[in-house]
Structures are given as structure tokens and as C-alpha cells.
């Protein structure tokens, strides 16, 4: 990735996304393979009402679908899963914690992938807080 004089692109940010996916061992990414990334610049009013946010900038990402857990063979054919990356919040959580932009977008990354497994928000923390 190049050093940046301006904010990265929604595309920089989707390729970041994609290494930090081909970085998730063999053996969970082939749970992964029905998951498309997506990135916008922030979420819409619609998305933030039903994630019950008043602000934007307070999402970086989200997970649409039905994790793992829930599926049973009975279901019809449905969509793939996608996960949504929110730039805006992204690059300014990038410029107020100085921490490395690759590293930021595999986190969020890997946060959505673990709602695709199944983790709710609380024990995502709970992991995320574990030494």
C-alpha cells in the first residue's frame, strides 16, 4: 500500500480487506467462502435505525447473514453473507489512534468474521479484552 498524502480509497480499503481475509487460517476460510466484502463510506440511515446507532461514525463494519449456527440444511437458497466496511469511520479511527491502517481493517475484519461464526458482540470483547 502506498503512503498516503490523501485518504485511502474505497478500493485500497477493499484490498486491505481481501489480505486480511487470504491472512485467516485454511481451515476456518473455508467456512468463509460465501462471504463478499463490501466498502462504503458510511452507513445509512436504514442500517443505523435497525443497529439502533444515532451516529455513523461510531460503525465500522457490519455482518449481514445467517451465522453458521443458525443454518440448518432445510434453509432455501439465500444470499451470500456480506460484510460491510465502513471507510469514514475506519480512517478516522486510523488518524485519531495512529495505529496501521492493514492492521485496523483486518480487525474489523476479523470482528464481522466472528458474528459469521456465530460470537456476539459481547464475547467478541470479551475476546478481543483477553490477554
Known sequence: MRHHSTPPTADEIALL????????????????????????????????????LDNAWDLSGL???TPL???STQDLIRMPDLITLYRLPILLEWVEEGE?????VRNVVIHELAHHFGFTDAE???????P
Open 17 to 52: 480487506a481481501e489480505q486480511a481475509l487470504a491472512s485467516i487460517p485454511k481451515a476456518l476460510r473455508r467456512h468463509i467462502d460465501n462471504v463478499t466484502l463490501t466498502v462504503e463510506d458510511l452507513a445509512d440511515d436504514a442500517t443505523l435505525a435497525e443497529m439502533g
Open 63 to 65: 455482518y449481514h447473514g
Open 69 to 71: 449456527g443458525e443454518r
Open 100 to 104: 496501521d491502517l492493514a492492521r485496523l
Open 124 to 130: 467478541i470483547e470479551a475476546l478481543e479484552q483477553s
